[in-house]
């Protein structure tokens, strides 16, 4: 049972590279979403997604574009790194509401921007 | 975005003894979710609280949602070491869309 599985686990970019954090799920959960968890903080919201070809911003969209062509993937692209970037990102999965609430996450990919 | 108030930020206990965590919103939340989180790891989802006034335990963890709608409650008993970890809250405010903000944690050091 793989879960969530997001690429990769680590990486460094400087300021103006552009990348994309994968996200896969194979659970068949409509529901994805991206988080980044700040040293010491919380998790803040950046986008959603409530199905295939349907996102939406978070609390913290700034920065991001995502994109959800199928049910399994929500890639979260960053254009032009920032050092106010850097932080933990995490993809979770959910079923729609009328079931189980809770977020199956991934184990987060650690992006420093320098 | 919502603020959820979550206490206290860090603590550091003796293996065995038990630990209370709160968490508190300005908002009503109709979900609590309570996590926890391992380094390096993604959190993981340890209890649901669906209706105020709900007490839900999960082997030594048990959780309350409170009766106003704006706080809920992690109590875990006779701590051990592998509880070792920060443990967030989530509250979500229209079951209508599983959306949901997190607390900023507390994190939980135990002593063998």
């Known amino acids: 049972n793989a879960g969530v599985t997001q690429t990769p686990k680590f990486r460094i970019l400087k300021i103006g590279q552009s990348m994309t954090l994968q996200c896969t799920q194979d659970m068949n959960h409509n529901y994805m979403y991206w988080y980044r968890q700040d040293p010491g903080m919380g998790l803040k919201l950046i986008y959603y997604s409530v199905g295939a070809g349907i996102t939406d911003k978070g609390e913290v969209p700034n920065g991001y574009n995502v994109s959800r062509s199928t049910t399994e993937d929500f890639p979260l692209r960053l254009e032009l790194a920032a050092p106010s970037q850097t932080s933990v990102y995490f993809c979770?999965?959910?079923?729609?509401?009328?079931?189980?609430?809770?977020?199956?996450f991934g184990s987060g990919t650690r992006l420093t921007v320098v | 975005g919502q603020q959820l108030n979550q206490s206290p930020q860090s603590m550091f206990i003796q293996e065995g003894e038990d630990v209370s965590m709160n968490c508190t919103s300005s908002?009503?939340?109709?979900?609590w979710l309570w996590y926890k989180q391992d380094p390096g790891e993604g959190p993981v989802l340890l209890i649901a609280l669906y209706k105020a006034g709900e007490l839900t335990s999960n082997g030594r963890l048990t959780a309350q949602f409170g009766i106003t709608r704006k706080d809920s409650f992690l109590n875990i008993s006779a701590s051990i070491p592998s509880d070792v970890g920060i443990y967030f809250c989530a509250g979500q405010l229209d079951s209508n869309f599983n959306k949901f903000y997190f607390g900023s944690g507390t994190k939980l050091n135990v002593k063998p």
């Open positions: 979770a999965s959910s079923p729609p509401p009328d079931r189980n609430y809770g977020y199956t």
């Open positions: 908002s009503i939340f109709n979900t």
